[in-house]
């Protein structure tokens, strides 16, 4: 049985300076005046991925990728008949993200791969770093490179579109890429994905503790309501005359807000995005879109609580005499980690010499879908002062080698014989 890794041995390597120097190149990438900004099939998203490539390339892994643009780097095992161990997120951001949400998984992944090569040589089990596409939802509706490796990328998902009305299928093929439904072809070939990933929230940084073992991922509902009103002169129109959208639309997101809140829990809901037309100071608003994000990692309390927001935006628009329109963006049921592969992840975190406790994740990660087509696992590292999805991300170096190497002895327990 192979010696196994501690953070020290992939330190005295190197490592920690090639992480960091990955992540800030990375960060470079997509910068816009949100800040970082990198969206599925852009030049600056196919800029990172060759990026990425080239590194899977430098630590011995060849490299390829599928129609919709994901890259997977991937390290041959000596026995053809056992399943793949694959590691891997996402490279595409929120509009002003960090540099870490997703690019942790992707460039830890390569640099524990090669390390594992480098020192242990050819493993039993072939080993994929995956950097998945889209999973954010900043351009398209969440999740789309994982969906397609899952089989879980429909027509709807094909077909949907950008705020400019470009689809997926468009955007794609544009860039060379033949995404068409009949070429899905869903991987039953991995075993186990594991995903490193920052926490995006307080819980690790409160605790002191290095290594977070995600017991359950949440399950999340998002969709778009619009609010259909008239438009009127804002100076001659009594307040009793009007249908305004974007008065209706305040009061929806009200009641939303109050109703999650009376559940208790661990329920969380988001209005993220808000746009009224036709958008004049003067003008009473005819149109008001908003997105809903609502999560909570009880199935049974999600749904529940969703199917009740949707009557009680109805109950509010019919008193404000307005009429709503309420499309699903995204439905994906909260995921229970893997048992094997947590003790797999802990028991990894000890022998490296970390400190581990389990963690839910508020979070949606690349790792709800595969759990469609593999056992999935997740290791988490501390966010600092629990900030994502904004330009404050940060994490140490040290801690974020620290999630490396408990990622990497988890891989090598699971892939050399
Ligand atoms: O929305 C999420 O939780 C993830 O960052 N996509
Ligand atoms: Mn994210
Ligand atoms: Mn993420």
């Known amino acids: 049985m192979n010696k196994s890794i501690d953070v020290p041995s992939i330190k005295s390597q190197g ?99 090669g390390y594992l090569l480098k020192n242990y040589g050819q493993p039993e089990h072939s080993i994929e770093v995956i950097a998945f596409t889209g999973e954010e939802g900043s351009r398209f ?127 969380v809901f988001t209005v993220g995005q808000i746009d009224a037309n036709p958008g004049s100071v003067n003008v009473v608003a005819e149109r008001c879109a908003f997105t809903i994000d609502l999560r909570d990692p009880d199935p049974s309390k999600l749904s529940g609580l969703y199917e009740k927001c949707l009557e009680e935006a109805r109950t509010q628009a019919a008193q404000a005499g307005v009429k709503i329109d309420w499309q699903e963006i995204l439905t994906v049921e909260p995921v229970p980690c893997s048992v094997r592969l947590r003790e797999t992840l802990a028991a990894a975190a000890k022998t490296v010499g970390l400190d581990c406790q389990p963690i839910v994740s508020g979070a949606g990660h690349d790792a709800l879908m595969m759990a469609e087509i593999a056992a999935v696992g997740m290791v988490f590292v501390p966010s600092a002062g629990g900030r994502s999805h904004c330009s404050e991300e940060y994490t140490p170096a040290d801690q974020c080698l620290a999630g490396v190497c408990v990622l990497a002895e988890a891989v090598r327990q699971l892939a050399y014989n």
């Open 15 to 113: 490592y920690e300076q090639l992480l960091s120097y990955y992540l800030e190149e990375l960060g470079k990438v997509g910068t816009s005046e949100v800040g970082l900004c990198r969206r599925p099939f852009t030049a600056d998203y196919e800029k990172a991925a060759q990026m990425v490539a080239t590194w899977m390339r430098e630590h011995g892994l060849e490299v390829r990728k599928d129609e919709v643009g994901n890259v997977i780097g991937r390290i041959e095992g000596t026995n053809s008949q056992v399943k793949v161990i694959a590691t891997g997120s996402h490279l595409d951001t929120v509009r002003g993200g960090g540099k870490y949400d997703g690019m942790l998984g992707v460039v830890g992944g390569v640099i524990a791969a």
């Open 141 to 267: 509706g969440g999740f789309l490179g994982s969906k397609w490796m899952a089989g879980a990328l429909g027509e709807k998902d094909i077909n949907s579109k950008d705020e400019k009305g470009i689809s997926v299928k468009e955007a794609a093929t544009a860039l060379g890429y033949n995404l068409s439904e009949e070429l899905i072809a869903v991987r039953k070939d991995i075993e186990a994905f594991l995903e490193l990933h920052i926490e995006q929230g307080p819980v690790l940084e409160a605790a002191g503790c290095p290594i977070g073992i995600v017991s359950a991922i949440t399950g999340m509902r998002q969709a778009e309501v619009i609010v259909h009103g008239r438009t009127d002169h804002a100076g001659t129109t009594p307040l009793n005359m009007r249908q305004d959208a974007l008065l209706s639309a305040v009061k929806i997101i009200k009641a939303l807000d109050a109703c999650v809140r009376q559940s208790g829990g661990d329920t």
